[in-house]
């Protein structure tokens, strides 16, 4: 093995996107994990009691965190308008991490910085070309 290879700064094009692949899916199914059953609440016609962590109202707020955690998650796993959809994703975490777990240990914000770096990942890389972004683009 050549000892530069490991030492190199350039990268394969082709094992970014199946990386970029392999991250949207997973991070994607693993957040939502966690807006499914928000989505299953929001229809169920039970009482939503859920923060108000930036002041815009209990069900405001768990709508806007559905949308995140549910619908922009699925975007993000089939890499449609993963830039756009990765936003959302960012703030609810950073609400999440900064806000609501603001003055609790670092265990408990800790995964909810996990996301957010991921998904501010998305935000600068975009999908790569294995995603409904690179066809809506037209690149072949």
Known sequence: MNIRKIFTTEYNNNLQSIWLLLLRVLAG?????????????????????????????????????????????????????????????SFSMFVAAFIVHGKDPFASKELALIYLLIFIGFIFSGSGKFSVDYLIAGKK
Do not use: N
């Open 29 to 89: 199914a693993f957040m939502l994990t966690h807006g499914f059953p928000k989505f299953q609440m929001l229809f169920s016609g039970q009482e939503i009691l859920f923060p108000d962590p930036i002041g815009l109202g209990s069900q405001l707020s768990f709508i806007m965190i559905v949308f995140a955690e549910f619908f922009c998650s699925i975007f993000i796993i089939v890499g449609f308008g993963t830039r756009f959809s990765a936003i959302p994703l």
